[in-house]
Protein backbone atom coordinates (compact mmCIF):
# COMPACT_ATOMS: atom_id res chain seq x y z
CA UNK A 1 0.00 0.00 0.00
CA UNK A 2 1.56 3.53 -0.74
CA UNK A 3 1.46 6.73 1.47
CA UNK A 4 -1.12 8.15 -0.64
CA UNK A 5 -2.99 4.92 -0.45
CA UNK A 6 -2.77 4.95 3.13
CA UNK A 7 -3.72 8.39 3.32
CA UNK A 8 -7.44 8.68 1.93
CA UNK A 9 -7.92 5.20 3.78
CA UNK A 10 -7.78 7.63 6.73
CA UNK A 11 -9.05 10.34 5.09
CA UNK A 12 -12.25 8.26 4.53
CA UNK A 13 -12.62 7.02 7.67
CA UNK A 14 -13.00 10.25 9.17
CA UNK A 15 -15.73 11.26 6.71
CA UNK A 16 -17.62 8.17 7.48
CA UNK A 17 -16.94 8.31 11.14
CA UNK A 18 -18.41 12.23 10.64
CA UNK A 19 -21.21 11.11 8.17
CA UNK A 20 -22.61 8.06 11.56
CA UNK A 21 -21.78 10.87 13.94
CA UNK A 22 -24.23 13.16 12.12
CA UNK A 23 -27.24 10.75 11.71
CA UNK A 24 -26.92 10.15 14.84
CA UNK A 25 -27.41 13.70 16.29
CA UNK A 26 -23.65 13.85 17.73
CA UNK A 27 -20.40 16.26 16.66
CA UNK A 28 -18.21 14.56 15.05
CA UNK A 29 -15.56 15.51 17.20
CA UNK A 30 -17.33 13.42 19.72
CA UNK A 31 -16.38 10.13 18.47
CA UNK A 32 -12.42 9.18 19.05
CA UNK A 33 -10.41 7.16 16.41
CA UNK A 34 -8.17 4.48 17.71
CA UNK A 35 -6.25 3.19 14.64
CA UNK A 36 -5.42 -0.75 15.73
CA UNK A 37 -2.08 -1.52 14.27
CA UNK A 38 -1.64 -5.16 15.27
CA UNK A 39 0.73 -6.60 12.87
CA UNK A 40 1.44 -3.14 11.16
CA UNK A 41 4.94 -2.40 10.97
CA UNK A 42 6.88 0.61 12.49
CA UNK A 43 7.19 2.70 9.52
CA UNK A 44 4.08 2.09 8.96
CA UNK A 45 2.96 3.25 11.60
CA UNK A 46 4.81 6.12 11.52
CA UNK A 47 3.12 7.11 8.66
CA UNK A 48 0.00 7.07 9.95
CA UNK A 49 0.74 9.55 12.54
CA UNK A 50 2.41 11.75 9.99
CA UNK A 51 -0.78 11.77 8.69
CA UNK A 52 -2.82 12.59 11.82
CA UNK A 53 -3.60 9.06 13.94
CA UNK A 54 -2.52 10.07 17.87
CA UNK A 55 -4.50 7.19 19.29
CA UNK A 56 -3.44 3.53 18.58
CA UNK A 57 -4.48 0.12 19.58
CA UNK A 58 -2.58 -3.13 19.96
CA UNK A 59 -3.67 -6.09 21.44
CA UNK A 60 -0.26 -8.39 22.27
CA UNK A 61 2.25 -6.74 25.28
CA UNK A 62 5.14 -8.00 23.18
CA UNK A 63 4.65 -6.97 20.19
CA UNK A 64 3.55 -3.13 21.48
CA UNK A 65 7.14 -2.88 23.66
CA UNK A 66 9.23 -3.47 20.34
CA UNK A 67 6.56 -1.02 19.07
CA UNK A 68 6.81 1.55 22.10
CA UNK A 69 11.12 1.51 21.80
CA UNK A 70 10.93 3.41 18.20
CA UNK A 71 7.27 5.73 18.57
CA UNK A 72 6.99 6.13 22.09
CA UNK A 73 4.80 8.87 23.88
CA UNK A 74 3.80 10.70 20.49
CA UNK A 75 0.50 8.70 20.62
CA UNK A 76 -1.79 7.70 23.38
CA UNK A 77 -1.23 3.64 23.73
CA UNK A 78 -4.57 1.52 24.07
CA UNK A 79 -4.58 -2.29 25.49
CA UNK A 80 -7.39 -3.62 23.03
CA UNK A 81 -6.22 -7.54 23.50
CA UNK A 82 -6.49 -10.37 26.27
CA UNK A 83 -4.50 -9.28 29.17
CA UNK A 84 -2.47 -11.90 30.66
CA UNK A 85 -1.96 -11.17 34.17
CA UNK A 86 1.83 -11.99 34.07
CA UNK A 87 1.71 -9.27 31.15
CA UNK A 88 0.44 -6.71 33.50
CA UNK A 89 3.97 -5.09 34.77
CA UNK A 90 4.93 -4.06 31.44
CA UNK A 91 1.36 -3.10 30.19
CA UNK A 92 0.99 -0.19 33.00
CA UNK A 93 4.41 0.90 31.68
CA UNK A 94 3.61 1.09 27.95
CA UNK A 95 -0.24 1.90 27.55
CA UNK A 96 -2.26 4.74 28.53
CA UNK A 97 -5.37 3.09 28.98
CA UNK A 98 -6.47 -0.63 28.91
CA UNK A 99 -9.75 -1.85 27.41
CA UNK A 100 -9.66 -5.46 28.50
CA UNK A 101 -10.34 -5.37 31.98
CA UNK A 102 -12.75 -8.83 32.38
CA UNK A 103 -12.14 -9.99 36.10
CA UNK A 104 -11.48 -9.17 39.53
CA UNK A 105 -8.24 -11.10 39.62
CA UNK A 106 -7.13 -9.07 36.46
CA UNK A 107 -8.35 -5.28 37.72
CA UNK A 108 -6.53 -6.09 41.01
CA UNK A 109 -2.88 -7.26 39.56
CA UNK A 110 -2.96 -4.05 36.95
CA UNK A 111 -3.75 -2.02 40.21
CA UNK A 112 -1.09 -3.22 42.29
CA UNK A 113 1.72 -3.18 39.34
CA UNK A 114 0.27 0.43 39.06
CA UNK A 115 1.05 1.02 42.25
CA UNK A 116 4.40 0.11 41.90
CA UNK A 117 4.90 2.07 39.15
CA UNK A 118 3.07 5.21 41.24
CA UNK A 119 0.55 5.63 38.48
CA UNK A 120 -3.51 5.64 38.21
CA UNK A 121 -4.12 3.69 35.21
CA UNK A 122 -7.13 4.47 32.92
CA UNK A 123 -9.25 1.27 32.34
CA UNK A 124 -12.50 0.11 30.45
CA UNK A 125 -14.28 -3.02 31.10
CA UNK A 126 -14.53 -5.75 28.44
CA UNK A 127 -18.15 -6.98 28.04
CA UNK A 128 -18.89 -9.97 26.21
CA UNK A 129 -21.87 -8.68 24.67
CA UNK A 130 -22.77 -11.98 22.38
CA UNK A 131 -22.21 -14.25 24.70
CA UNK A 132 -19.78 -16.50 22.45
CA UNK A 133 -17.29 -18.71 24.45
CA UNK A 134 -14.78 -17.76 21.93
CA UNK A 135 -14.44 -13.91 22.95
CA UNK A 136 -13.24 -12.49 26.03
CA UNK A 137 -14.99 -10.10 28.37
CA UNK A 138 -17.39 -10.29 31.66
CA UNK A 139 -21.10 -11.43 31.19
CA UNK A 140 -22.93 -8.51 30.63
CA UNK A 141 -24.80 -9.22 33.76
CA UNK A 142 -21.35 -8.78 35.94
CA UNK A 143 -20.25 -5.66 34.22
CA UNK A 144 -21.89 -3.36 36.88
CA UNK A 145 -20.57 -5.63 39.82
CA UNK A 146 -17.30 -5.70 38.81
CA UNK A 147 -16.87 -1.79 38.22
CA UNK A 148 -18.00 -1.18 41.50
CA UNK A 149 -15.58 -3.77 42.22
CA UNK A 150 -12.88 -1.74 39.80
CA UNK A 151 -13.90 1.70 41.59
CA UNK A 152 -12.37 0.14 45.18
CA UNK A 153 -9.41 -0.06 43.38
CA UNK A 154 -7.14 3.36 44.31
CA UNK A 155 -4.41 2.96 41.07
CA UNK A 156 -7.28 2.44 38.34
CA UNK A 157 -9.58 4.85 36.99
CA UNK A 158 -12.75 3.11 35.12
CA UNK A 159 -13.75 5.20 32.50
CA UNK A 160 -16.15 3.32 30.52
CA UNK A 161 -16.98 0.22 28.63
CA UNK A 162 -15.60 -2.11 25.70
CA UNK A 163 -16.99 -4.61 23.60
CA UNK A 164 -16.20 -6.39 19.83
CA UNK A 165 -20.00 -7.44 18.68
CA UNK A 166 -20.81 -11.01 17.21
CA UNK A 167 -19.13 -11.11 13.89
CA UNK A 168 -22.36 -11.70 11.69
CA UNK A 169 -23.62 -10.47 8.09
CA UNK A 170 -26.57 -9.58 10.59
CA UNK A 171 -26.36 -6.05 11.15
CA UNK A 172 -29.64 -6.84 13.91
CA UNK A 173 -27.39 -9.14 15.50
CA UNK A 174 -24.77 -7.05 15.99
CA UNK A 175 -26.13 -4.11 16.69
CA UNK A 176 -28.65 -5.92 19.58
CA UNK A 177 -24.87 -6.17 21.21
CA UNK A 178 -24.24 -2.32 20.69
CA UNK A 179 -27.47 -1.68 22.61
CA UNK A 180 -26.35 -4.04 25.71
CA UNK A 181 -23.14 -2.46 26.15
CA UNK A 182 -25.45 0.83 25.62
CA UNK A 183 -27.69 0.07 28.45
CA UNK A 184 -24.72 -1.30 30.75
CA UNK A 185 -22.82 2.55 29.93
CA UNK A 186 -26.02 4.44 30.45
CA UNK A 187 -26.74 2.87 34.10
CA UNK A 188 -23.31 3.42 35.17
CA UNK A 189 -23.59 6.60 34.18
CA UNK A 190 -26.48 7.17 36.71
CA UNK A 191 -24.45 5.85 39.37
CA UNK A 192 -22.12 7.99 42.40
CA UNK A 193 -18.67 6.75 41.54
CA UNK A 194 -15.22 7.10 44.17
CA UNK A 195 -13.36 7.27 41.15
CA UNK A 196 -14.75 6.98 37.86
CA UNK A 197 -15.75 8.91 35.36
CA UNK A 198 -17.90 6.99 32.82
CA UNK A 199 -16.84 8.80 28.86
CA UNK A 200 -16.17 6.26 26.95
CA UNK A 201 -17.94 3.54 24.92
CA UNK A 202 -15.65 1.76 22.87
CA UNK A 203 -17.23 0.09 20.38
CA UNK A 204 -17.38 -0.79 16.43
CA UNK A 205 -14.06 -2.26 14.28
CA UNK A 206 -14.11 -1.77 10.49
CA UNK A 207 -17.07 -4.04 9.29
CA UNK A 208 -19.38 -2.77 12.06
CA UNK A 209 -18.20 0.95 13.67
CA UNK A 210 -20.59 2.93 11.74
CA UNK A 211 -23.59 0.97 13.27
CA UNK A 212 -22.10 1.28 16.58
CA UNK A 213 -22.11 4.95 16.24
CA UNK A 214 -25.97 4.98 15.48
CA UNK A 215 -25.24 3.05 19.04
CA UNK A 216 -23.61 5.69 20.60
CA UNK A 217 -20.00 4.78 20.32
CA UNK A 218 -17.69 7.42 21.87
CA UNK A 219 -14.98 5.46 20.65
CA UNK A 220 -14.10 3.32 17.55
CA UNK A 221 -11.08 0.81 16.95
CA UNK A 222 -10.53 0.52 13.41
CA UNK A 223 -7.05 -1.93 11.94
CA UNK A 224 -8.00 -3.40 8.38
CA UNK A 225 -9.91 -0.34 7.17
CA UNK A 226 -6.93 1.92 7.38
CA UNK A 227 -4.06 -0.51 7.14
CA UNK A 228 -5.33 -3.20 5.01
CA UNK A 229 -5.90 -6.94 5.61
CA UNK A 230 -3.78 -8.65 8.15
CA UNK A 231 -1.41 -11.37 7.01
CA UNK A 232 -3.20 -15.03 8.63
C1 LIG B 1 -8.21 -6.24 15.71
C2 LIG B 1 -9.14 -5.52 16.61
C3 LIG B 1 -9.83 -4.38 16.16
C4 LIG B 1 -9.76 -3.85 14.75
O1 LIG B 1 -10.38 -4.76 13.86
P1 LIG B 1 -10.61 -4.43 12.32
O2 LIG B 1 -11.72 -5.33 11.93
O3 LIG B 1 -9.33 -4.75 11.62
O4 LIG B 1 -10.96 -3.00 12.20
C5 LIG B 1 -10.63 -3.72 17.08
N1 LIG B 1 -10.77 -4.15 18.35
C6 LIG B 1 -10.12 -5.23 18.81
C7 LIG B 1 -10.32 -5.65 20.23
C8 LIG B 1 -9.28 -5.96 17.96
O5 LIG B 1 -8.67 -7.05 18.42
Redesign the pocket.
Same mark, same amino acid.
Given at each position: MSEAHLQENIQRIRERIADAARRSGRRPEAIRLVA?T?TVPVERIKQAIALGITEI?E?RVQEARDKFDAIGRQVTWHM =??HLQRNKARYAVRIFDMI??IDTLALAREVDRRAQKEDRVMPVLIEVNTSREATKFGCAPEEALKLARQVDELPHLQLQGF?T =?AVFSEDMNRVRDCFKRLRDIYESARQMDWQRARIEILSMG???D?EVAIEEGATMV??????FGP?PG
Open positions: VKGN =VGQSM =VMTHFRIGTAIR
